[in-house]
């Protein structure tokens, strides 16, 4: 049973480069990339309601172009683990940073505040902001999620069985750019048993749904 702990953020800024992830060691999960749905035919996982109280709101960080930098949103530290969970990683590398949202290029040493906000309800579902902000399709930005501190219940349907592994094997990150667009299907791929990896080219909105 996950103990609820007084609300704490624990932002880690590391300047230490990403590692290489090597395509051959990653598996797609989900159905192909490319499908839209709106957000009302989308089943969300969620928080366990026992992590909710120990999650950050928000977080933010500075990304540089010409560094690479990370992001890491974690739950309160517990006496068993001192850290807390780690739920999102976002990391930009060197040449990550394009153009910012007005369309102008960034230059080196150039940098911009980005910032994360969970979805107040609970759902897996952040937003990112600067909206519209565009990085390098040669280098992309790298989001990880990891939903250890996810209710079992997978599939919201009240309980918990076989359905919710299936479900859970049909999960994938998916991305809008704007509240009220449809969702895009992102390739995901499966890092872990409960950590999925995704490439970004740009903001604002990101969900872990089927």
Do not use: H
Not at 63 to 74: F, T
Not at 127 to 148: C, H, M, T, W
């Amino acid at each position: 049973m996950i103990r609820p702990f007084r609300f704490k953020a624990l932002l880690l800024l590391s300047a230490a480069a990403g590692l290489a992830m090597a395509g051959c060691d990653d598996d797609p999960t989900g159905p192909s990339p490319g499908d839209q749905k709106a957000e009302g035919e989308l089943t969300f996982i969620r928080f366990d309601t026992g992590a909710m109280g120990s999650l950050p709101t928000q977080a933010s960080f500075w990304a540089v172009r010409g560094e690479d930098r990370e992001l890491q949103m974690r739950s309160a530290p517990t006496p068993d683990d001192e850290d807390g969970e780690k739920f999102l990683e976002l990391e930009i590398e060197e040449e990550t940073l394009l153009r910012r949202p007005d369309g102008t290029a960034f230059a080196e040493g150039d940098s911009i505040l980005i910032t994360v906000t969970l979805d107040p309800t609970g759902r897996f579902l952040f937003d990112f902001q600067p909206s519209g902000l565009v990085f390098n399709p040669d280098e992309p930005a790298d989001l990880k999620i990891r939903y250890v501190l996810a209710n079992a219940d997978y599939d919201g349907d009240g309980d918990i069985d076989a359905d919710d592994l299936a479900f859970e094997d049909l999960l994938s990150i998916w991305q809008r750019e704007n509240p009220g667009d449809p969702f895009v299907r992102l390739q995901t791929f499966e890092i872990d048993d409960d950590e999925l990896e995704a490439d970004l080219n740009g903001f604002t909105g990101f969900a872990l749904a089927n």
